[in-house]
């Protein structure tokens, strides 16, 4: 299994410019997600998804879409980039694992935006 | 705002010393999990604790859980210079956020270990 993969790994953008970040996970999982991580804020969930055809909004939901339409697969797009959405952008996809859910993440985007 | 917040920010020790951090959370939880993050690099799950057990092994972690302090500690024996890294705990929020059911994982802002050779 290549587990959760994401691409880019890096991205610069100019305000204003729109883009699309893509996530994949071949284990099946029902649950899906995506968080952005600052220095000094730890992880904030943008939004996540507990199926296909399923998303709702994270704690900082603003600036940003998704869409879930296959359980592999779950991008997220930014609309109008911001410099506010400088950041590290991680997915995850969470499964149950011997009876608990065990959440497993991507290596990350960093997007750069100016 | 941060259900999960651990303490310290940050932790230098020797090669060999123990390293302890604590976690603090507000809300009733159904588990915690504790991950490690290496830098410029993923998370990786270390641990996970439920909240009807009281410590928890594994390898050179240990995990405790006190529900009635509402606070977690990860204790890291005889560590070595690759445990260098920052670990964060995570909560699961109990429907903090609109239709979450049980499936949400809420992370503080991380300690920053670093062991010193």
């Known amino acids: 299994n290549a587990g959760v993969t994401q691409t880019p790994k890096f991205q610069v953008l100019k305000t204003g410019q729109s883009m699309t970040l893509q996530c994949a996970q071949d284990?099946?999982?029902?649950?899906m997600s995506w968080y952005r991580q600052d220095p000094g804020m730890g992880l904030r969930l943008i939004h996540y998804?507990?199926?296909?055809?399923?998303?709702d909004q994270g704690e900082v939901p603003n600036g940003y879409n998704v869409s879930r339409s296959t359980t592999e697969d779950f991008p997220l797009r930014l609309l109008s980039a911001a410099p506010s959405q400088t950041s590290v952008y991680f997915c995850?996809?969470?499964?149950?694992?011997?009876?608990?859910?065990?959440?497993?993440f991507g290596p990350g985007t960093r997007l750069t935006v100016t | 705002s941060q259900q999960g917040e651990e303490d310290p920010q940050a932790l230098s020790i020797q090669e060999g010393e123990n390293a302890t951090m604590n976690c603090s959370y507000k809300t009733s939880i159904n588990n915690l999990q504790w991950y490690r993050q290496n830098s410029g690099r993923g998370l990786v799950h270390l641990i996970l604790?439920?909240?009807?057990?009281r410590e928890k092994h594994s390898g050179r972690l240990r995990v405790t859980l006190d529900t009635s302090k509402k606070s977690s500690s990860l204790l890291i024996t005889a560590s070595r210079a690759a445990d260098t890294a920052s670990y964060f705990c995570?909560?699961?929020?109990?429907?903090?956020?609109?239709?979450?059911?049980?499936?949400?994982?809420?992370f503080g802002k991380g300690t920053k270990l670093s062991v010193i050779p």
């Open positions: 604790i439920r909240s009807n057990e």
């Open positions: 998804s507990v199926g296909a055809g399923i998303t």
């Open positions: 995570a909560t699961d929020a109990r429907g903090v956020y609109s239709g979450a059911g049980s499936y949400q994982l809420t």
């Open positions: 284990m099946n999982h029902e649950y």
């Open positions: 995850a996809s969470m499964g149950r694992t011997k009876g608990f859910l065990e959440q497993y």
